[in-house]
């Protein structure tokens, strides 16, 4: 009997048809509807290995075949019964025969045992090697019995679905199954790391074969199937098995077509690069790794990069981190984003190109999750702003423990901080290995509304709506193989591999025969005046971090690079349009650029900044600099790239760093966009103390090696040498350029010049030291007074956003230092739309000035901090003594609020506020986010019960 018994699925209503003496009369076919992927109907229609044998016998026969699925003894109950004219699957048996006339077998299936890699089984020769281990089994199968007579320790599961994920949880050490449906399961399930460890050893049951059954009362109807599959060759139904074993039923043979439209064509080049948000601390999908970004997610991007043609800077960063940006529209794309109907309204998401479990990691040997209701009175950390962040809230209450990183939470499961971390699968098993942790355990998978895991996409702005067609499309054109080799590679059961950079080179017979006939030289071109990353010498040598690499590369490969002097960028850049250049050691990939030059992969990334002078307030985002004059050196990458993403900025190009400086110094320019290395190395080199960085540009500089188009084998050379890197050299390149430090230098021209005039023109020394010390003292409070408007709220006179984002790291950091008391309160005026829209924003305003001067008198202490964050929302940070202390002013303060009263054309006006409040101690392992964090969270908490009232919480140090 066939392996199907156990799966239920109710019987599709069958009516009973005519034999088949007429030609293509149909002919009802009773198949297994849960048996993937032998036979299964999830809705749509029949699909599987076995129906599409099915098929290639109803072609070849002349027959039209309707499917009516079921469980096995349904669809055998049926067949008997006559409802049915056909069974599938079944395999000989003698009791069988008396009623049924079977055809050759299609297919001969062995049972297998399938383990964890991470956790492997050993080997299994016979029954009693599995003597000790936990054995899983679906219920009612045919070996049961033989295995439970011999004192195996035997747990059993409804599917093979739950089959697979009692394994990939460590429910069980070793299941046994049919091996192309355990591995169908674990593909689709994203489980790499589970794979067939052998043949079960159960002799004569191992075995089954797939059979057709026709009654005998239908001879001709069988010998019609019969001969139908006798004529299908073999090679055939091998392809077919193949293609639902490895790749799900996706054609192997398939090709599709990827050609975009001319408008889509002209949407890609009109739009430029775009920007991508990619989760650094997310393994194995994006990851840090030698500072480099690796994972499945990357894979899939620079694959749809290599169909489209599309151009992508990554900006890394945590979740909390990357989601304000895309929101802000600061970057263009959010890889593994998952939908969300809310998520809709500044989101245009791509279709799934991966789905994950979201599992609860535990040392609980009790806990098994169902539903969320098993997690009440476990403290359960989970992401910031994670898709199922706000129902487990809902549920848990102040239980829940939001975290900004991941393997913050895993720390803290580590210090038994919390007694749950809700996370993905493969995300949470990395990290466990990566810190450590014993006894960490599956309690179960967290399933919402039906939903089971997450499904990963990339989330496109608004703004750029047409380009998710064209990333659906890329999409589907990469081929089962293609995406079953990423999936492999990161899924795996080395899932925190490193990559290979040994630090040698092993050049192939082309390559050595290339650099032969050219004198094993390579002339090399580079920025004259980009310290301290590259430049020439007053000696005409070239130096900085490219010449380092430069140094690092002629070790590894018979290769000696020969400069070629020019005296700007633009020259070099020249040079290279000419063929006088046959590589730059540092440069970045623009669409311009690769018209003429080919990239290695980067290998040094550097934040990219804006300047300004020292008056110049900071920005929050590049599209405060509109209207203003800004400085960037002539080809530059990000010329390019910022003309293309922000096409109304006032860019202005200079000749050179030093010239692009100078010019914001003395006002020709309101604003320099740089690399922060260079910013640092030529503000201390000039002495220019009145410049400040203002803004972060959402994207860095990714330097590669770039080589000539036309000498393809160049690039070859060049990538296996970046690839050689390891990952210490590349962070030992990152820290030359990051451990420079800014010196404030004195100009003394001035005070020379002085002092001559001073001993020429002695009696007008007095009089001029005086003017000159109201001069001084004038431009002192001017900057002072410029300088405290830039961080300073128009209305409340609080401090704005960009004190904010001065000052609460710095207090922060202070706190942990001293192993001090660090208190965040987040406040929110009450109700505060409806005072606009009753009374007028005039009275609104009147409002906040009232809050203000309340918060003002309660909070006079050097150490308290008060800023506006923005709209009718406040925050005080402060470090403390006495928990109780700040807490109790905060409850002064609030009660002050709602006594005072403001007037406004004859109207008095209450206002209450809510406040979220976090304290604790800073640890060297914690951050400020994530105080603000839970802040956040006792604010809402706060309006959830009620408004006019304070919570806080305590965050564990």
């Known amino acids: 009997m ?307 043609g599309l151009q992508v800077i990554p900006v890394e960063g945590q979740w909390i981190e990357l989601l304000p940006l895309f929101r802000d529209g600061e970057i263009d794309l959010l890889a593994n984003m998952s939908f969300r109907p809310e998520r809709q309204t500044f989101t245009r998401f791509t279709q799934p190109y991966h789905t994950i479990p979201n599992v609860a990691f535990t040392h609980d040997p009790s806990l098994r999750l169902e539903t969320l209701d098993d997690l009440r009175g476990q403290r359960v950390a989970l992401g910031s702003g994670i898709y199922y962040e706000k129902p487990v809230r809902a549920a848990l209450g102040d239980n829940a423990r939001i975290f900004t990183t991941q393997d913050a939470m895993f720390q803290a499961l580590a210090r038994d901080e919390v007694d749950v971390v809700l996370a993905a699968l493969p995300n949470g098993n990395f990290w466990i290995r990566e810190l450590g942790i014993p006894g960490v355990r599956i309690a179960g998978e967290l399933m919402l509304e039906g939903q089971a895991g ?157 300047l300004g002078r020292i008056e110049a307030p900071f920005i929050e985002r590049v599209g405060d600099l509109r209207g203003q004059r800004i400085g960037v050196v002539e080809d530059y990458a990000f010329a390019e790239l910022l003309q293309n993403r922000y096409p109304s900025l006032n860019l202005i190009e200079v000749g050179n760093e030093q010239d692009g400086l100078r010019k914001l110094q003395s006002n020709e320019l309101d604003g320099y966009i740089t690399t922060l290395a260079t910013a640092s190395y030529y503000m201390q080199e000039l002495g220019l103390a009145d410049l400040k960085v203002i803004g972060r540009v959402p994207a860095d500089w990714s330097l590669s090696v770039a080589t000539r188009k036309d000498e393809p084998v160049v690039l070859g050379i060049m990538q296996k040498l970046v690839s050689s890197l390891t990952a210490q050299e590349r962070k030992d390149l990152e820290r030359q350029w990051r451990n420079l430090r800014l010196k404030q230098s004195v100009d003394y021209t001035l005070t020379w010049q002085l002092l001559v005039a001073g001993v020429l023109i002695t009696a007008l020394l007095v009089h001029w030291n005086r003017k000159l010390n109201r001069l001084n003292k004038d431009l002192t409070d001017a900057n002072e007074r410029l300088a405290r408007l830039s961080v300073t709220d128009d209305l409340t006179q609080l401090g704005n956003r960009s004190y904010f984002d001065q000052e609460f790291r710095k207090s922060f950091q202070w706190c942990q230092r001293h192993n001090s008391g660090f208190a965040v309160a987040m406040i929110d005026a009450d109700h505060f739309k409806k005072i606009n829209d009753s009374y007028g924003h005039e009275a609104g305003d009147l409002c906040l000035k009232t809050l203000a001067n309340t918060m003002r008198e309660h909070f006079r202490r050097e150490t308290d901090r008060l800023s506006r964050f923005g709209g009718e929302e406040f925050v005080i940070f402060a470090s403390y003594e006495d928990r109780n202390e700040i807490r109790n002013r905060l409850e002064r303060f609030r009660e002050a609020v709602a006594n005072a009263c403001s007037i406004c054309d004859g109207n008095d006006i209450k206002l209450t506020i809510s406040i979220g409040l976090a304290t604790g101690i800073p640890g060297p392992d914690d951050s400020p986010a994530e105080f603000l964090r839970q802040a956040d969270q006792a604010l809402y908490q706060a309006k959830e019960n009620g408004r006019n009232r304070l919570e806080a919480r305590a965050v564990s140090s």
Not at 2 to 27: D, G, K, M, R, Y
Not at 521 to 550: K, R, Y
Not at 560 to 579: H, I, N, P
Request: aromatic share 10%; net charge negative.
């Open 454 to 610: 997450e499904d990963l996409r990339f989330g496109v702005r608004p703004g750029l709506a047409p380009l998710a067609d064209i990333l659906d499309q890329a999409l589907s054109a990469i081929s089962a193989e293609e995406m079953h080799a990423i999936e492999s590679r990161w899924l795996g059961a080395s899932v925190d591999r490193q990559v290979a950079e040994t630090g040698e080179v092993t050049l192939n017979a082309i390559e050595l025969a290339w650099l032969e006939a050219h004198n094993s030289q390579l002339n090399m071109c580079v920025d004259p005046h980009w310290f301290p990353l590259e430049g020439i010498d007053a000696e005409g040598n070239h130096t900085g971090l490219s010449a380092e690499v430069a140094r690092l590369f002629s070790k590894r490969a018979p290769v000696r690079f020969e400069l070629v002097r020019t005296d700007s960028w633009k020259e070099s850049m020249r040079a290279a349009r000419q063929g006088k250049c046959d590589i730059f050691t540092m440069a970045m990939k623009t669409p311009e650029r690769s018209r003429f030059l080919n990239f290695t992969e980067p290998y040094l990334e550097v934040p990219t900044v804006v």
């Open 2 to 308: 066939a392996v199907a018994l156990f799966w239920v699925l109710c019987l599709l209503p069958a009516s009973p048809l005519a034999t088949a003496e007429q030609s293509n009369e149909t002919i009802t076919v009773g198949i297994v509807g849960d048996n993937k992927p032998y036979s299964f109907d999830d809705g749509p229609g029949a699909s599987g290995f076995s129906v599409d044998v099915l098929r290639e016998v109803a072609r070849q026969s002349g027959l039209n075949f309707v499917f009516r699925a079921g469980s096995w003894p349904e669809i055998y109950d049926a067949f008997l019964r006559g409802e049915l004219d056909v069974i599938d699957g079944i395999s000989f048996h003698p009791d069988h025969a008396e009623k049924v006339l079977f055809t050759e077998p299609y297919h001969l299936r062995q049972t297998f045992l399938m383990h964890n890699t991470q956790t492997p089984i050993g080997k299994i020769s016979t029954i009693e090697d599995l003597k000790g281990s936990r054995v899983g089994l679906v219920r009612d199968v045919y070996y049961r019995d033989a295995l439970a007579g011999q004192g195996i320790s035997i747990t059993t599961y409804d599917s093979l679905y739950s089959l697979i994920r009692a394994l990939a949880f460590g429910w069980v050490d070793v299941i046994v199954g049919p091996r192309l449906t355990l591995q169908y399961y674990a593909s689709q399930a994203g489980f790499g790391f589970l794979e067939i460890a052998g043949a079960a050893p159960f002799g004569e049951l191992s075995n089954e074969d797939f059979r057709i059954g026709v009654l005998k009362t239908n001879q001709d109807l069988f010998q019609k199937i019969s001969r139908g599959l006798q004529q299908i060759p073999q090679p055939r139904i091998q392809e077919l098995l193949e293609r639902w074993r490895e790749f799900g039923g996706n054609n192997l043979n398939k090709v599709t077509e990827f050609t975009l439209t001319p408008e889509q064509r002209r949407f890609i080049s009109e739009t430029g690069p775009v920007r991508v948000g990619l989760m650094r601390d997310y393994a194995p999908y994006s990851f840090e790794s030698g500072t480099r970004i690796h994972g499945l997610s990357i894979d899939v991007l620079n694959r749809i990069s290599d169909l489209t």
